[in-house]
């Protein structure tokens, strides 16, 4: 035990060369601290950019307010998505918590429709 407390006071005896070489230079401590302050600035603003991404990507099916989703396989995301094969659609009709929740079943059909009306000659 008392080899361990003496090593503890060489430890803090010995004052490390690095606190040393900022303490001698009062300009220099500020610049490295600053340093410090702007990279800790930084890493805080990456993670509130990636919160608010995460957070707007699952917006939209936080808003649905569904119990269940039918999504094609072929899907690659919202608004790439292709048809549900029909099969499928009879297997989830025939399902117990579809025979319960039919009366307030509903469609949604989400997909781009491109108009040729406005388009420039």
């Not at 601290?33 to 702007?38: E, P």
Request: with cysteine; aromatic share 6%; glycine share 8%.
């Amino acid at each position: 035990m008392t080899s361990l407390r003496r090593l503890f006071a060489n430890l803090f005896e010995q004052t490390p060369i690095g606190w040393l070489q900022l303490r001698g230079n009062k300009g220099r401590l500020l610049v490295a601290l600053g340093g410090i302050a702007f990279a800790d600035l930084l890493m805080f603003m990456q993670l509130g950019v990636l919160g608010a991404a995460l957070d707007s990507s699952a917006l939209f099916n936080k808003m649905l307010n569904t119990d269940i989703v039918l999504i094609s396989p072929e899907a690659r995301d919202i608004q790439n998505s292709a048809t549900i094969p029909r099969a499928r659609l009879y297997q989830a009709e025939g399902s117990q918590v579809s025979r319960v929740a039919r009366r307030c079943t509903s469609p949604l059909w989400i997909g781009v429709h491109l108009s040729t009306r406005n388009a420039a000659p």
